[in-house]
């Protein structure tokens, strides 16, 4: 088990790409949920699906490819759980001049960068993908 989950799921859908893989698994939990909430909703995997094996609960993640080529070409842990990173609405950062985004985690819940401005909100910023 990992002690943090946002940098757990973040290897996995990581290392997944590098492998080649068009399905991974990864443990529940409503963090994750919601952050592959978003990620299915920008267009960076296919879908995910709970799974139940036995006694364990998993998300199969299924990854998106364009044309061989993996769609997310970098994604990566912004808050550790040794520095956290906060960010007000008008400091939230730009990834790739709005090719990419992060995915901030705000008292409203777990949105999408363009969501957090439009909504005129801060939080922690979990991740950056693109």
Not at 12 to 36: C, D, F, H, W
Not at 43 to 72: A, R, T, W
């Amino acid at each position: 088990m990992s002690n943090h989950p946002v940098s757990d799921l973040v290897a996995r859908v990581k290392n997944g790409y590098l492998a080649n893989r068009t399905v991974i698994n990864s443990p529940v939990s409503k963090l994750r949920e919601n952050i592959l909430k978003i990620l299915k909703e920008e267009g960076f995997i296919l879908s995910y699906s709970k799974v139940k094996s036995g006694n364990l609960e998993q998300f199969d993640i299924h990854l998106k490819y364009h044309y061989s080529n993996p769609v997310v070409s970098e994604i990566s842990v912004i808050s550790k759980p040794g520095r956290r990173i906060y960010c007000r609405a008008d400091e939230i950062p730009s990834v790739k001049n709005g090719l990419g985004m992060v995915i901030i985690s705000t008292s409203k819940g777990v949105i999408s960068d363009h969501e957090a401005r439009v909504q005129k909100l801060g939080g922690e910023v979990l991740l950056k993908i693109f």
